[in-house]
């Protein structure tokens, strides 16, 4: 069996008595859009901060790459190719769009202190490879033009479309959003989601949490419903639109 | 006045390197360090120990830097797990307490009393200008080397993953920065220059004293910082020229001033830093943006990325 890009095994995360995760199993396989949805406090942002590192599971393990990544530091995480763009837009607002986008480059050797300050040639070209692919992808999500803008100048959606731009810039192998097309107007929301699947053929495989659902639907392979804490069903979104648990999650009665 | 003149000149280049320390970790890393004033006593009295039992006057200006940068990772492990405010008064509280110890323990070096400490360098026979020449040549020396490092820290990729903690550091560590490396670095950095700065004030003045390092030392660098402008290499030796401009030009008024200059400045201090705060919290000169070589290109050099990109 092929071994999976995400494999959350009976992973559990509670507050006090509160079971947010309740021994959650779920696999995200290598390839295009995969959702998670599910009403408010059903799990799904806790689920996403635990793979990433930010809180630890109290039980179980998650699995990225077949490697486990429960006690990794999220930093650690990051350099597995496993990246998270925020719901609400955490820019660097001072800094220009284009820094915003280097910053987020994965392996940058002038990161490094002692290259800073002695070995400057050797990232220069790095850095100009860097800057050709942030332009790229600042172009593919129309900001191109915004590039030497603070990014403290952007409109909402833009600072949306940033956020998200800014983990593609890491060149992730899997991409965590969480409500990519929450709060901006729906037109914009499906051009998202149409450039992730078009970027989803450069090797980078996206799990999205998202509450506007015909949206999801229309692009994802494969969607998982959760509900107080446990998944509740899982498939391909018009099979998982016709499931009773679906309903029963949103509309209550359990 | 000649004399008055070059001593002005001695203070601007020491308390240069001071404020473009505070810079690289306020200005930059976003880091509160309220305590700068005790890496510059640990840099002082490193350097008039080790002097005292005859080490050459350059290691002394090392150990003060490599004993303050020790200091300065030490101080960064509370700096991670403590609110900037709260890191504030914690490192103020560390300084005060480093100057009570030497003010109370006269074994280390004198006590309250403090102790002689020899000129770097003294040439015999000398006019006491040639020796305050001699000292702006190795102030403004060493005042070089921290500003190019200052602004090589600050046009690299490490300088952005510094300002990007700043900006955010939930977002920068999501992100893969190892927040609390960067962070124990730039304090580390920080502290080596105000070790050497403080190792060159002391030997300038012949003497140290533990009441030359309270904390309204750190408060007039925060003024120098503030007022030339948080993030700009150039701004912070701005604030130090004006500041102490400011501070000579008030001491040379003092038969025509109805106070003590002394108590004048710190009252006009206070009110120059609420002024800037409210007037123009950007600071004279605005953030420096970020220049590698590679961005320059992109930015002036602009057809040829547009030309690759409409293909």
Avoid at chain 2, 34 to 39: D, E, L, N
Avoid at chain 2, 89 to 95: C, K, M, P, R, T
Avoid at chain 2, 233 to 249: I, P, R, S
Wanted: hydrophobic residues 50%.
């Amino acid at each position: 069996m092929e071994e999976a890009l995400l494999r959350i095994s009976e992973v559990s995360k509670h507050f006090g008595g509160v079971y947010a995760v309740n021994a959650v199993d779920m696999e995200v396989k290598e390839g295009g859009i995969w959702g998670l949805v599910g009403p408010n406090g059903s799990g799904k942002t806790t689920l996403f901060n635990t793979i990433l590192g930010l809180y630890k599971p109290d039980h179980g393990t998650v699995y990225f790459n077949g490697k486990c990544i429960s006690n990794l530091a999220p930093h650690d995480i990051y350099a597995e190719g496993l990246v998270n763009a925020f719901q609400l837009p955490r820019l660097f607002y001072q800094m220009t769009v284009l820094d915003n986008m280097l910053v987020a480059a994965r392996g940058h050797q002038g990161d490094r202190l002692v290259n800073s300050l002695f070995l400057r040639k050797g990232w220069q070209e790095q850095e100009k490879g860097l800057i050709d692919e942030a332009i790229e992808i600042l172009e593919f999500v129309e900001l191109g033009k915004w590039a030497f803008s603070p990014a403290g100048e952007l409109s909402g959606g833009q600072r949306k479309l940033l956020e998200v731009a800014r983990g593609l810039m890491a060149k992730p192998r899997l991409l965590l959003l969480d409500e990519p097309a929450a709060g901006i107007n729906p037109a914009l929301g499906k051009t998202i989601f149409q450039k992730l699947k078009d970027f989803s053929g450069n090797g980078t495989t996206f799990f999205i949490v998202e509450h506007r659902l015909e949206i999801l639907f229309e692009f994802a392979k494969w969607v998982y419903v959760m509900y107080r804490g446990r998944v509740v069903t899982q498939g391909e979104p018009h099979d998982v639109a016709d499931a009773p648990a679906f309903y029963q999650a949103y509309l209550g009665g359990g | 006045m000649l004399l008055y003149g070059l001593d002005f000149l001695v203070f601007v280049g020491i308390f240069g390197i001071v404020a473009l320390s505070l810079n690289l970790e306020f200005g930059f890393a976003g880091i509160a360090n309220f305590g700068k004033v005790a890496f510059f006593l640990i840099g002082a009295y490193t350097y008039a120990l080790l002097s005292k039992i005859g080490i050459p006057f350059p290691l002394c200006l090392i150990a003060g830097a490599l004993t303050s940068a020790l200091f300065g990772l030490l101080i960064s492990l509370p700096a991670l797990r403590l609110r900037t405010d709260y890191l504030a008064i914690a490192i103020l509280a560390f300084g005060e307490i480093l100057r009570l110890i030497v003010k109370s323990e006269s074994w280390i070096a004198g006590g309250d009393w403090g102790t002689s400490v020899a000129p770097a360098i003294s040439i015999a026979g000398a006019s006491h200008h040639v020796g305050v020449l001699v000292n702006i040549g190795l102030v403004y020396f060493c005042l070089l080397i921290c500003f190019v490092i200052a602004q090589l820290l600050a046009n690299s990729p490490y300088g952005r993953v510094v300002r990007a903690i700043r900006e955010d550091e939930i977002a920068a560590e999501a992100l893969g920065k190892d927040r609390a490396k960067y962070k124990a670095q730039i304090l580390m950095i920080g502290s080596a220059m105000v070790g050497v700065a403080g190792g060159l004030y002391v030997q300038y003045l012949h003497y140290v004293l533990p009441d030359m390092f309270v904390p309204m030392i750190t408060f007039t660098v925060w003024i120098m910082v503030l007022l030339g402008g948080p993030g700009n290499n150039w701004g912070a030796l701005l604030g130090a020229g004006l500041v102490e401009l400011f501070k000579y030009g008030t001491n040379l008024a003092k038969p025509i001033l109805p106070l003590d200059p002394i108590n004048l400045q710190y009252i006009l201090f206070g009110v120059l830093i609420i002024l800037v705060l409210f007037y123009r919290p950007q600071g004279l000169l605005k953030e420096s943006p970020i220049k590698t070589k590679a961005l320059e290109l992109v930015r002036y050099g602009k057809g040829v990325v547009n030309n690759k990109a409409g293909k």
